[in-house]
């Protein structure tokens, strides 16, 4: 009933900047949080950042001051800047939105890869 959608990923030199997006749709009511969070190889799936409709960002330490997440709520939209890129932030990215079609449920997209060489 729901479908989340990422695009924006890619191949990037370390430093340079990423503009992921996220758009929901289906019969959705409405959106509570949105979030990104990422799965490098080997690794578990770690929230990177989320925001609620009416509240602050959280963000993980590791990408503080570099990374924004933003939404776009009238186009069900979710948005990841992604700025100054380490290696590190390599990983697949996912999006996440709680959302109400009425009854409420976590939906995930497909992912997108982000790959920062060094």
């Known amino acids: 009933q729901v479908q989340l959608v990422e695009s924006g990923g890619g191949l990037v030199q370390a430093g340079g900047s990423l503009r992921l997006s996220c758009a929901a749709s289906g019969r959705i009511i409405s959106i509570g949080v949105m979030a990104w969070y990422r799965q490098a190889p080997g690794k578990q799936r770690e929230l990177v950042a989320r925001l609620t409709t009416g509240g602050n960002p959280d963000y993980a330490d590791s990408v503080k001051d570099r990374f924004t997440i933003s939404r776009d709520i009238a186009k069900n939209t979710v948005y990841l800047q992604m700025n100054s890129l380490k290696p590190e932030d390599t990983a697949v990215y996912y999006c996440?939105?709680?959302?109400?079609?009425?009854?409420?449920?976590?939906?995930w997209g497909q992912g997108t890869q982000v790959t920062v060489s060094s």
């Open positions: 996440y939105a709680w959302v109400a079609t009425p009854r409420s449920a976590g939906y």
